[in-house]
């Protein structure tokens, strides 16, 4: 498994959750020369990219999440973080990351949110 993501559960809307995605088995240097992000797909719903993060750190963001949720990397820990705060209802899917763009497509954490 190159990528795996974890730290997703329930919450109530308002509330904060913190993913986390570990790169075991990858090279550093492999990660490092990637663009990270994180996916979500919400029930019914295409997949959609929600943020970026490059290896320098320039971030970026879907309108319908900018100001509630932070992506943030270690590149030294092959880490990749997403901080989602003031969650509402309409952020309930399940939560990937990848590189940007995709081509790990490994498996995901489900955040559900409740109102």
């Known amino acids: 498994v190159q990528l795996q993501a974890s730290g997703g559960g329930l919450v109530q809307a308002g509330g904060s959750l913190r993913l986390s995605c570990a790169a075991p088995t990858m090279i550093t240097s492999v990660f490092n020369s990637y663009i990270m992000g994180w996916y979500r797909q919400g029930p019914g719903k295409q997949r959609e990219l929600v943020a970026t993060?490059?290896?320098?750190?320039?971030?970026d963001y879907a309108d319908s999440v900018k100001g509630r949720f932070t992506i943030s990397r270690d590149n030294a820990k092959k880490r990749v973080y997403l901080q989602m705060n003031n969650l509402k209802p309409e952020d309930t899917a399940v939560y990937y990351c990848d590189s940007d763009p995709q081509q790990f497509w490994g498996q995901g954490t489900l955040v559900t949110v409740s109102s």
């Open positions: 993060i490059t290896k320098g750190g320039t971030t």
